[in-house]
């Protein structure tokens, strides 16, 4: 959640963030704010707070000895989306090498001009912006506030700005109670030297409880930036003469490619001459600050990748990179003639995987699914046990994770902080952990034991899309090398691979042919209130997925059931009003679920069926039938989704919802 850009360098820094804050928008998009050091002459404006929530630009000012102002901070701040940030910049310009921007996902108080970050400290000499949650904020505010700070938000964030001031601060206080172990609040006397701002920024983060990336700049620091990690991803960019800090690579791949990821419990100083890493803590107050060496990765990402490319939204042109994403998933990982796999990232976990009495897979929300379509493929194949687990519940019910237990974790951003707790409360048990990944160099993929990458490439839009078919590609792929392992032969092994290496084309097959008949469908059902989503076997989790993405971008109530399911409660909300997508491909269910579509027909609902190409028989049941080629049963989701996705992007649409940006959500759920 929420997105985080800085740069220091010799360009100038607002139109360098405003541009990272646009790629960083699917991040959070409720607020946006930057924070620019400006240099300053002798006039000033005055201060004071306006209503749209910009900060004087003589806040923390420094005076140089003919008493010319030097340096000012300046913040922009304002409810909405970025452009609306891009208006209230524009319109009194500031100038300033050195500055860090966000775009918010509110957690702590409701979207506004007051609660948008940057935050400053009670002197407003410091800016922070915030990735996050600090879960004992209340405990730290309540003793800021009984020595004399006051805030002016709900956030968490501002008492982070005010706890790091507080440690920043010249003067000498005695007797804080701010922390039992520590005699002051990191104050020295002016005969004492001045605390740096990373030393306030460690101190302070060793009190602190929960997630958070941050950026931190101070007018009376002006040549540097504070930014460090604990939960929420930060990445650092190396330039020719500058440097960069985000939350992921989108927002800086126009000016670098040379990048520094920082870990967890990892902090560094960012200044014109270079980057200088430490960690922040061991075990308490007189722990961590040891200087450590990063090194610098080179990132592959294309510009264009994150560009529209002459779509209308990111989601539709991401639809439509499915025949080539699902390619680039299997690249280079079939061998044909043995009738298997290799996975490079597992390779040297192949003993583990073949002993292993049982599998889990835990995940959340679209991956959720891609997993439970995964654990149908690999019992069927591999014939080896697979639980399925939401990875918000799986570290709260004490799991049982046995010996030789293999866990994977599946997630886009491989940031999704559910997923990545789950994948460490598992290793502590004892389990491998293995990672299914998008993003290179995520914190799932580095704290895992080994994996797989999908390679979807950049996913903007926030209802997944390109990613669920990559992840089931692996999954098949995945399920494929296992049952080769065990009980499949190589010509059972051979006949899956020919059919994944059709998978491609019958893909743009089914954009090519069902996009045009979708449109119009979704004009017919666009002010529908409720939607029933019904499948079977591997195409049940289809149906959940098909409601989900519904919900996501149209806002339309929309719910996914095994068909079978439906007697059992669900069918009493069918009646003339209410539409039915039913995925009913001819497979071993095939007449089962014909049975499932006459009992909504007996109630007057409205059946849309998702159809194998040449079904004349669905034709008599179904309303509207939607066709796709025919392929191997456990493929069948990779074609029977596209058909899904494109209803609700075109539902969204007729129903006027940013589809890119719904309310509400944001692409990367690094928050519990």
């Not at 960012?270 to 090194?295: C, F, H, Q, V």
Request: glycine fraction near 10%; hydrophobic fraction near 35%.
């Amino acid at each position: 959640m929420c997105g985080i850009v800085g740069y220091i360098g010799n360009r100038e820094a607002a139109p360098i963030l405003l541009s990272g804050l646009h790629r960083l928008e699917y991040r959070g998009y409720d607020s946006a704010g930057l924070a620019l050091l400006e240099t300053l002459g002798a006039e000033v404006r005055s201060s004071g707070f306006s209503s749209n929530g910009k900060r004087p630009v003589d806040n923390g000012q420094r005076t140089s000895d003919n008493g010319q102002r030097t340096t000012g901070l300046v913040i922009e701040k304002c409810k909405g989306k970025v452009t609306a940030l891009e208006t209230l910049a524009q319109s009194t310009p500031h100038h300033g090498t050195v500055g860090i921007g966000h775009t918010r996902w509110a957690t702590h108080g409701v979207p506004s001009d007051t609660n948008s970050h940057p935050h400053t400290d009670q002197s407003e000499r410091i800016a922070i912006i915030h990735n996050g949650i600090i879960e004992n904020y209340l405990s730290i505010k309540e003793r800021l506030a009984a020595r004399g700070h006051t805030f002016r938000s709900e956030t968490d964030t501002e008492v982070l700005a005010h706890l790091i001031g507080e440690y920043y601060s010249e003067s000498e206080i005695r007797g804080t109670g701010l922390d039992s172990h520590v005699s002051e609040l990191g104050h020295r006397s002016p005969d004492a030297g001045h605390r740096t701002l990373t030393e306030a920024v460690r101190l302070a983060l060793n009190e602190v409880v929960g997630t958070y990336g941050i950026a931190v700049v101070s007018a009376d620091s002006p040549e540097e930036i504070v930014c460090a990690r604990n939960g929420s991803p930060l990445v650092l960019g190396v330039g020719d003469g500058e440097y960069f800090v985000a939350s992921d690579a989108s927002a800086i791949i126009a000016h670098t490619r040379q990048v520094i990821y920082l870990a967890d419990n990892e902090m560094a100083t960012i200044t014109r001459s270079g980057i200088k890493t430490r960690t922040i803590s061991a075990d308490g107050l007189s722990g961590g600050n040891e200087e450590i060496t990063k090194p610098v990765e080179r990132i592959e990402m294309e510009l264009e990748a994150i560009e529209k490319g002459g779509y209308e939204h990111f989601m539709l042109k991401e639809i439509h990179e499915q025949p080539r994403t699902i390619t680039d998933a299997m690249r280079g990982r079939i061998l044909e003639e043995e009738g298997n796999v290799k996975l490079g990232g597992l390779q040297n976990h192949l003993q583990e995987l073949r002993r292993a009495p049982r599998l889990v897979i835990t995940a959340c929300g679209t991956s959720y699914h891609a997993g439970l379509i995964g654990k149908y493929m690999i019992e069927q194949y591999a014939r080896v046990p697979v639980t399925i687990e939401y990875a918000s519940e799986f570290r709260y019910r004490n799991p049982i994770i046995e010996e030789g237990d293999v866990m994977f974790g599946i997630s886009q951003s491989g940031e999704t902080a559910d997923t990545l707790a789950a994948m460490r409360e598992g290793k502590r048990k004892g389990a491998l952990a293995l990672g299914i990944v998008n993003v290179v160099g995520s914190t799932i993929a580095r704290e895992s034991d080994g994996g797989v990458y999908i390679h979807a490439g950049p996913e903007i839009g926030v209802a997944s899309t390109k990613a669920f078919t990559s992840q089931l590609t692996v999954l098949s792929l995945l399920a494929i090398m296992l049952g080769r392992m065990r009980h499949l032969s190589v010509v059972d092994g051979r006949a899956m691979i020919h059919a994944l290496r059709e998978l491609p084309e019958k893909v743009q097959k089914t954009l090519d042919d069902t996009e045009r008949q979708i449109m119009e469908l979704a004009e017919s059902f666009k002010n529908a209130s409720n939607f029933l989503y019904l499948g079977r076997g591997y195409n049940y989790p289809v149906a959940l997925e098909g409601a989900l993405k519904l919900k996501e971008i149209s806002y339309i109530h929309a719910e996914g059931y095994p068909a079978a399911e439906m007697k059992h409660g669900p069918i009493a909300l069918i009646d003339e009003n209410m539409p039915v997508v039913v995925v009913a491909p001819q497979d071993d269910v095939y007449e089962k679920v014909l049975s499932n579509i006459q009992e909504v027909r007996a109630r007057k609902g409205h059946v849309i069926a998702i159809a194998t190409e040449g079904d004349t028989k669905i034709h008599a049941l179904a309303e509207q039938v939607i066709y796709i080629p025919e392929t191997l049963a456990m493929l069948t989701p990779i074609l029977s989704v596209i058909p899904l996705q494109l209803l609700s992007y075109y539902i969204a649409t007729a129903r006027g919802c940013n589809v890119d940006q719904p309310r509400n959500l944001a692409k990367s759920v690094t928050v519990e």
